[in-house]
């Protein structure tokens, strides 16, 4: 268990002796005391909808227990059924004492898929919609000193393709490009008991041109207040100043080369994937001359933008080698086993040679973030599409896209947005004037929340408005692939997948090329059998079809990057370069030396 507590008493988490990820989940604003709510909670399936009309909140005999924060679908949560049951119900008990009037307690949850109503001890705190947002609840109100119970009604539309979903199949045997669902508790649930007027949001936009950060603070309310901002780079102090809080918003921005250690002219504290530089940041609120609130995070010193049709990373040209990385495991889908895991996968992909992912379909945790800012790893990320597209699609997508990148803007590792795929839930957006304008929507509603980082308005084909030309390319012939990239004339007039690039009405404004999707050589290792959009017999024919296609795309002087489907083999997607069990199917230095193109120099 996660020896954390949230006030100077006692505390007791209740029913459960193990606290399953108990790092703290929210890394980016971090704080000392914390109470992990992970662990084992009573739960049970409500396929008739009853609870709500019998009052399960005010109490019910629960048949079945869980492991949070793992779904019923996965074999962790100790349940493992693949059924479809749209209605679940969660329960659990801590204890607190001491909450003092000048304090509040907060609830949070990482995620959960998709719809939640929360009560504690019978009292309705609110509810929830999004499978992959984080949200919270002040629950000061309803708490008591002593035992408390926590209640969770969750609800999941499983065949309605209206809802955001990603990879999430419609059927209970998952087939094709779709997987098994995650209906519940999938990221972290805690606790926090904090002063009434404490830190809710920051934000860090870095200026490298001009060796400047911006720091914008928010509070949980509006009223006047100090802030004390400490600002280090591994251990040296860059900035300590005292910033003034009006109305419960601050902005301040700092110049980062007053220390005679800082080294602009060598770019020495850029976050690249080969220099994951990070500043440390601590801020002390103070309120009516007490100490209020502190807490800790980082930022990187990073910029990634387009100009004159290159992408560019710091200023300076960079060629994105990504790996296409669905977020799942054999065991627990959606959500990694331990924390460690993500550590893994990160580790496994650099020494492959490659530098980032895309992560498709699924919004990732933001402990994968972390390690990804920590360890040098670009990611692209994206929205779990749903796949039909109405005015209650939109009502839905909407709301969640902006909190995800609300919750994940301060991650240098995201160079890149990814709101839509391959047409999912807009698939008449080549002649649809409306669809065309929720994709452009999409663009300019995402620019004007973050202007750090590119987006691309349909990833794939049928672009609207769009910061990069990304391209899904599963031609297997690498002579193929040759002729379609060696210019844009070329490319512009080709059709990969039988679909244009861009939507009607709209033009080639430029962009860089990257292939976003391309490879999916199957090759099966174990006793999983599978797909994939070729195949490959042995693991020599396997690392001769991925340099060929590999050489294809690195030898174009057109393409800027490419993303290679995919990182791992999934259910009955056998075309990842390791197995579903992080097992490599070629020697990971042979397959470094495709992937940064070193083995065709040789040659």
Partial sequence: MADNKVSKADVSLGQQDICPRGEYPRPQLKREQWMCLNGSWDFAFDDQDRGQREHWQEGHVYEEKILVPFVYSCKRSGIGKRELHDVVWYERSFSLWEVEPNQCCILHFGAVDYGAQVWVNGTFLGEHQGGSASFSFDITQAIRDGENRLTLRVWDESRNLELPRGKQFWKEQSEGIFYTGSTGIWQSVWLEILPKCHIRQLYFTPDIDRKMIEVELLLSERTCARAKIAISYEGISMVEDVVQVSEGRAVRSFFLNQNVNLQWEHRSYEWTPETPHLFDVEIVLEKEGQEADTVTSYFAMRKAHVENGRFLLNNRPCYQRLLLDQGYWPDSLLTAPEDEDFVKDITLCKEMGFNGVRKHQKAEDPRYLYWADKLGFLVWGEMSNAYVYSSEYVRRMVPEWMELIKRDYNHPCIVAWVPLNESWGVDGIMYNVQEQHHADSLYHLTKSLDQTRLVISNDGWNHTTSDLLTIHDYTVEGEALRKRYENRERLLGDMPTNRTLYAKGHEDQGQPVIVSE???????????????????????????????????????????????????????????????????????????????GESHRQE
């Fill in 518 to 596: 391309f490879g999916g050589i199957s090759f099966q290792v174990g006793e999983q059998a599978g797909w994939g959009y070729t195949e490959a017999k042995s693991g020599e024919e396997f690392l001769q079809q991925y340099q060929e296609i590999l050489c294809a795309l690195i030898d174009s002087p057109l393409v800027q990057g490419f993303v290679y489907t995919q990182f791992c083999d999934v259910e009955q997607e056998i075309n990842g370069l390791v197995s579903a069990d992080r097992v490599p199917k070629a020697p990971v230095e042979e397959i470094r030396r495709i992937t940064l």
